[in-house]
Nanobody, 115 residues
Framework: QVQLVESGGGLVQPGGSLSLSCLAS????????MDWYRQAPGKQRELIAA???????NYADSVKGRFTISRDNGKNTVWLQMNSLKPEDTAVYYC?????????WGQGTQVTVSS
């Protein structure tokens, strides 16, 4: 059973930065693609960043050039560095892992971008 716990959300002004972390337990993330999703009020959950076990990266156009996903398999942790934040980045951010045919999600962390 994999458990994912996100942290690092909060309130930030437009143009500011936040760093989210996702700590996995119950299984190694070493061989898995790790993703970050977000869900804004009234909208569907969307994939914004992914990092494969080999380190390949993929970003949604809406965050490309501003967000950076990274991982440390030894620490079983994935990070999302968010720079140049905009009000439209306001959402609950979720860490995701697919393993053994199952989808695992964290509880989410709220990010609010507002002046």
């Amino acid at each position: 059973q994999v458990q994912l716990v996100e942290s690092g959300g909060g309130l930030v002004q437009p143009g500011g930065s936040l760093s989210l972390s996702c700590l996995a337990s119950g299984s190694t993330i070493r061989f898995a693609t790790m993703d970050w999703y977000r869900q804004a009020p009234g909208k569907q959950r969307e994939l914004i960043a992914a990092i494969t076990s080999g380190g390949s990266l993929n970003y949604a156009d809406s965050v490309k050039g501003r967000f950076t996903i990274s991982r440390d398999n030894g620490k079983n942790t994935v990070w999302l560095q968010m720079n140049s934040l905009k009000p439209e980045d306001t959402a609950v951010y979720y860490c995701h892992l697919r393993s053994g045919g199952y989808d695992y999600w964290g509880q989410g962390t709220q990010v609010t971008v507002s002046s």
